[in-house]
């Protein structure tokens, strides 16, 4: 195979636990496969701090501000993962999360819930908010009145999902069902339910967001949205190789919308 010779860094926000999430991982992996699928070097980084090579993959937005910044003034070829700004100057490549949460919401509505609540992730964070305005927009199109004592915010933790669940069970009248917006505060908060006595889904119904491997762990069995990471990541390296080569004008715009809702025993049919 004859050597593109390019080589790319791939930026990944710094954070607490950051090699312990599940996004990380994925990304980390399935960009690592790619660049080999395409013949190039790859360099995995933190934070900026050697030559970027031909150009960078970021990971995200968040936590990487001031590198997406800095690649901006020396114009260097970059490509955003995991975000989708139509109107930004930026190539960019995301997941629809409105269109997979609001499909989630609408599976737990179609169930027989009508009390719903949801943790949500990071709202400083993209997905965090889409996926937010994915559940109330389900809500609203089914013609249910969203209670705001229903709506508790996580940061992605498994602990936070304990948290957030203790909160939303001392409610007067608590819901049926919750639509989590990531998986591991999912997992968190059915460790919650379940000490509390209650059982799953017959008590509390659960959906969640990423397909983590514990998800499909018999005591979870827990009914959640797959993200298609393989495509973002192999995409994002094919695009921003021509962005490289100058053979697209840009900038990219693509919004993935092949999520997939795996099917589980978390959720009551009513």
Known sequence: MKK???????????????????YTLEIIKEVSKSAVDFNVDLLIETAWKVSPGSG?????????????????????????????????????????????????????IQAGHARIATITGKLNAQA?????????????????VLDKQYVVTGDWTRESGRHAIKKILSLKAPPTAVFVAGDEMAIGAMEAVKEAGLKIPQDL???GFDNIPQAE???NS????????????KLGVKYLIEVIQRKSKGPIKILLDNTELIKRKSVKIC
């Open 128 to 144: 965090g908010i889409h996926r937010l305005v994915g559940f109330k927009k389900a809500l609203n199109s089914n013609k249910i």
């Open 56 to 108: 960078i993959l970021f990971a995200d937005v968040m936590n990487n501000e001031q590198w997406i910044k800095r690649a901006r003034k020396a114009k260097i070829p970059f490509l955003l993962l995991n975000y989708y700004d139509p109107d930004a100057k930026d190539n960019c490549i995301g997941i629809d999360n409105e269109k997979a949460a609001r499909e989630a919401v609408d599976y737990l």
């Open 205 to 207: 119904s659960f959906v």
């Open 4 to 22: 593109n010779n390019l080589s790319i860094s791939l930026i990944i926000p710094h954070y607490h636990n950051m090699f312990s999430t599940y």
């Open 217 to 219: 762990l018999p005591e």
């Open 222 to 233: 827990l009914t959640t949205v797959k993200q298609p990471f393989s495509d973002l990541a």
